[in-house]
């Protein structure tokens, strides 16, 4: 029973949080499906990493968030400050979940499990051949709280992300990683290190505090 009260005090807790938040408001007014965006867009304005003309594969893509972030800097000529799709979009976003996801103009998406073979396959079939300008991951997986199992299971997503740039991306390409502070993180520092000409390491203000989440980002690939 004390843990039902408990379990109740910390959803009240992080509603409350929710509805107050700064980049929940935001994105309300910027019609964003998810605070999220403003991760991306910090990302992205500090290493100038998505251009029109780009093909962008976004993992771990629902609600939709960084999908509508790169569909609208896709389309130069949207007025800023929309986070819905609309103009004309230069380039092609590919995105993929387990979960679905509504629509979003322009992006083609595909629902399926990274980890399957068949689903990896059918994500290469849509790319079409074409090398791959930004893959962008926020996958995570489901935490059971027991951190040995959850080290791997971060771990595992984030080297399947790794393997598909480095099959895909060209290679002055780019890779931008959700990853946690935790056993797996150090092993995933020197995996990115080993791949990428240039590693950056980014928490941006929008992550919340209390998360243990930052983002790795690869920039050139080495054997490219």
Do not use: C
């Not at 929710?18 to 910027?30: G, I, R």
């Not at 800023?80 to 103009?87: D, E, K, P, R």
């Not at 322009?106 to 791959?132: C, H, N, S, T, W």
Request: aromatic share 6%.
């Amino acid at each position: 029973m004390k843990s039902a009260v408990k379990s109740s005090k910390v959803n009240r807790a992080w509603l409350n949080d929710h509805v107050n938040d700064t980049y929940v408001k935001l994105a309300q007014k910027d019609g964003y499906r998810a605070r999220a965006a403003y991760k991306l867009q910090e990302i992205d304005d500090t290493l100038h990493l998505i251009k029109p003309g780009h093909l962008v594969v976004d993992l771990g893509s629902t609600p939709g968030a960084w999908s509508q972030y790169v569909r609208r800097k896709l389309s130069p000529k949207t007025a800023h400050g929309g986070g819905a799709a609309a103009g004309a979009l230069n380039g092609r976003i590919v995105a993929l979940d387990l979960l679905p996801m509504e629509p979003i103009e322009g992006v083609l998406f595909i629902q399926g499990d990274i980890r399957e073979e068949a689903v990896l396959a059918e994500l290469a079939q849509k790319v079409d051949g074409e090398q791959v300008d930004v893959v962008l991951s926020d996958m995570a997986p489901n935490l059971s709280g027991i951190s040995s199992a959850d080290a791997a299971r971060v771990e595992l997503l984030v080297e399947l992300a790794l393997e598909f740039a480095q099959d895909h991306l060209k290679p002055e390409g780019a890779l931008v990683a959700k990853v946690f502070h935790g056993a797996s993180y150090d092993n995933l520092v020197k995996r990115f290190k080993e791949t990428f000409v240039t590693v950056k390491r980014l928490k941006p203000k929008a992550s919340r505090d209390r998360s243990s989440e930052t983002f790795l980002i690869g920039v050139g690939l080495k054997n490219g």
